[in-house]
């Protein structure tokens, strides 16, 4: 066989595959031999020989035999380099060409471990990241983290990446957004590298993606995203995702890919509870400090911000910067004067708007019972704890009064919606199901 044949099956390869799959798959292939029925083929990478071999074997070998060659089968190899010369220390490894460009911007300096606030309801996402930071040999693949805005999910991501960065400089850590592999994918089809981009993201060791639905409903990037996403995982490197929602309620993603990212490690990041808020604004107090020396900052402040500020915790992160530096620039005290002149629009903002209504017809959608049976006479089991939780949840997440919140239930007294308050509060330390049942319900009314 000559290096004519080879340019002739070519030709007719290019018509019948299009001529962005012959640049990037037959293109680099270099005709060196063929053996025994064997026709030996030069690649620059295993890669792209395992993918031609199995995407395009068969009609190469049906053309080659076309052309009057014997050919059973195909073999590719990549040339070996300086046989010769005697082995050299071994390096770190160096990354591809073109990772640097493909991260965006840079990690953020400030999102690390030791300024994670640590709480409950962040508690095994915390931990997951951990063991992920550690190194070692993958225990779950991938790692999907996911929770609404300001929960923490970045914060761990770059955490994760400094870390390993710090513990391993050899690997190769690539974090982006989704958006920015949209692009980059995006961006290689229309300059006809998809060689490249290919090779870029399958040669990292680890692979971070924040916001992963983002790529929900573009169907040629879902595509590219599964086959990267198989290939990590079959040479046993470590991915991590982001998201808003669980896999399971991304609309518009490919079931293939849903169920890939189920089979890893699945953790929530839930809202944050008071304690955490407050732990984080400590730890913020802690760090203005150093920047701004001699500033005082009354007691019942930071409580009175836990309270009130509690869906964001950027929100509230940004409020008591801002707080720091208009005491600052004034020159007075941060005391709750101050704190509720600087920070009205916030507050304002922030206030509770959900109603007892909404409360009370979330809570039988739940409990799948009757408004009207929750909120009427009957006293039994079935309708009296989900009415003590709609209590609850009333007087935590409404600025009514005990009164209101009684009359709204039928015109029970005061002292009844008391004692449901006080029943809940007892149940949820004592009953996970109740627990969860009220965290599900909070999210659900905050949405």
Not at 252 to 260: A, C, F, H, V
């Amino acid at each position: 066989m000559t290096n004519d044949i080879w340019a002739n099956v070519m030709r007719t390869l290019k018509g019948a595959i299009g001529a962005n799959n012959f640049s990037n798959w037959i293109e680099p292939l270099e005709f060196s031999q063929l053996v025994g029925g064997v026709a030996v083929f030069h690649v620059p990478t295993n890669f792209i020989g395992n993918y031609v071999s199995q995407n395009f074997g068969d009609q190469i070998i049906y053309h080659l035999n076309q052309q009057g060659e014997d050919v059973q089968r195909l073999q590719f190899k990549v040339p070996s380099q300086a046989q010769a010369t005697p082995k050299a220390a071994p390096k770190p490894a160096a990354k591809p060409a073109g990772l640097d460009d493909v991260t965006g911007a840079p990690l953020d300096a400030r999102f690390t471990f030791d300024t994670f606030v640590v709480g409950k309801p962040n508690e095994l996402a915390h931990a997951a990241a951990r063991r992920v930071a550690d190194g070692g040999p993958v225990t779950f693949n991938p790692l999907f983290l996911y929770g609404g805005v300001g929960l923490g999910k970045t914060h761990l991501m770059h955490a994760i990446a400094h870390e390993l960065q710090r513990r391993s400089p050899e690997l190769n850590v690539l974090y982006l957004s989704a958006e920015q592999f949209m692009y980059r994918f995006v961006t290689a089809l229309r300059e006809r590298k998809m060689m490249d981009f290919k090779q870029l993201f399958r040669s990292v060791d680890v692979l971070m993606v924040d916001d992963v639905q983002f790529i929900a409903g573009k169907d040629s990037t879902q595509e590219e995203f599964f086959h990267t996403f198989n290939a990590l995982v079959d040479g046993h490197k470590q991915i991590i995702i982001s998201a808003d929602r669980a896999p399971g309620e991304i609309k518009d993603l490919e079931d293939r890919i849903r169920s890939r990212l189920q089979c890893g490690l699945v953790v929530d990041l839930h809202p944050t509870d008071y304690e955490l808020r407050l732990g984080i604004l400590q730890s913020k107090v802690d760090a203005f400090s150093a920047q701004y020396p001699g500033l005082q900052i009354a007691s019942g402040v930071l409580e009175f911000l836990a309270h009130r500020i509690s869906t964001n915790v950027r929100v509230l992160e940004g409020a008591l910067t801002r707080l720091f530096a208009f005491a600052s620039l004034v020159g007075r005290e941060i005391n709750l004067e101050l704190t509720q002149d600087c920070l009205s629009d916030i507050l304002k903002a922030s206030d509770r708007k959900v109603t007892v209504e909404e409360i009370q017809r979330k809570v039988s959608e739940h409990y799948n019972i009757r408004l009207s049976d929750m909120i009427g006479p009957k006293r039994v089991r079935n309708y009296a704890r989900p009415r003590q939780m709609a209590m609850y949840l009333a007087k935590q997440m409404t600025n009514r009064s005990l009164p209101e919140i009684g009359r709204r239930f039928g015109g029970r007294d005061h002292t009844t919606v008391m004692h449901g308050v006080r029943k809940i509060e007892e149940l949820k330390v004592l009953d996970s199901q109740i627990a969860d049942d009220l965290e599900l319900l909070r999210r659900a009314l905050e949405a």
